[in-house]
């Protein structure tokens, strides 16, 4: 019989109604839910309760407790991989980081839901059954963390949240899904192709900021976080990567001050390229020492700077991958 670990950390998934009809959220703990959903009889569950919150309430240091959970259940030869529930929030980017930071070659999948196990038409349970599924199956060996959602499985460093409340609320846009669940067996039809892999060296959690560019925008947040001392800013461009003139002043000081910048595009698809010269150009941001993004969106691109920071990694050969 295949062995499965279940980390449970709250979420739509585990959300009960209160008296005024909404939902509070991680309300359920880990042993809890799986009563309710009733899981799969033909494989041995292990249910870890580690958090019950909202999935915009999780921190990097809870992101910590949990890939150290999983890397203490992989002690265990005989686990055939790991789930974790969370709210859809924050579900791509809690993916993302187990991605880049647990090394395990057993699968390690990702999944929520959209609606609350006690409404109408819930995605709970189906979406937790297909995720325990999917773990036991050895076509996920070596492709690190993924998520499965609405019987479809995404890579984690594409996924992404494409609609507020819809039970399809994952996508990958450009690059589409994995593959299937279909009956309770994965159909795999495509592989990543890079396996990156950072295991913090540092405990410290490095301070990333996004600052979102748009028509006028000025410099006023990047002085904030110059200010503040920050690590690093992502910078969510326009296209290939252009951003407002008026920001490039304060941009050029804060790679002086030794800030890490990273600039991406807010397109779904393509990537950040040196097209164009001119004052804001993705050229001109990387002759000022800005690190060209690539295809990561905004959030992605914080999450991996954030796990080269404290991996001690060459940054920006790091994003060149």
Do not use: W
Request: proline fraction near 3%; charge should be negative; charged fraction near 25%.
């Amino acid at each position: 019989m295949k062995r499965v670990a279940v980390i449970t950390t709250g979420g739509t998934i585990a959300s009960k109604h209160n008296k005024e009809g909404r939902l509070n959220s991680g309300a359920m703990t880990g042993e809890e839910l799986s009563e309710i959903l009733d899981l799969p009889q033909d494989i041995d569950i292990q249910i870890y309760s580690l958090l019950q919150k909202p999935s915009m309430h999780l921190t990097f240091e809870d992101l910590d407790d949990v890939r150290q959970k999983i890397n203490s259940i992989f002690q265990d030869k005989d686990i055939s991989g790991i789930v974790v529930t969370q709210g859809t929030d924050s579900l791509e980017e809690t993916a993302y980081f187990l991605d880049l930071t647990v090394s395990d070659a057993r699968p390690i999948v990702v999944t929520g839901s959209q609606r609350s196990p006690e409404q109408l038409g819930s995605d709970a349970f189906i979406n937790l059954r297909h995720a325990i599924y999917s773990t036991c199956d050895n076509q996920l060996r070596n492709m690190g963390t993924v998520v499965v959602f609405n019987e479809r499985v995404f890579a984690a460093k594409y996924v992404k949240k494409e609609h507020a409340s819809n039970i399809q609320g994952f996508n990958s846009f450009g690059f589409g899904y994995l593959g299937i669940i279909d009956n309770d067996k994965l159909h795999l039809y495509q592989k990543p192709i890079d396996n990156e892999k950072y295991p913090p060296k540092q405990k410290e959690i490095p301070s990333v900021e996004i600052i979102k560019c748009y028509l006028g925008s000025d410099d006023k947040f990047i002085k904030a976080c110059i200010t503040s001392n920050v690590d690093g800013i992502i910078i969510e461009g326009v296209g290939r990567g252009q951003v407002s003139p008026l920001m490039m002043e304060a941009i050029a000081e804060a790679v002086e001050r030794g800030i890490h910048i990273v600039i991406t595009t807010a397109a779904e698809e393509g990537e950040v390229y040196t097209t164009y010269d001119y004052k804001g150009s993705a050229f001109d941001l990387s002759e000022s020492g800005v690190i060209l993004g690539k295809d990561y969106d905004s959030k992605k691109a914080r999450i991996k700077l954030i796990a080269l920071l404290r991996a001690e990694e060459d940054i920006r050969k790091g994003f060149l991958l």
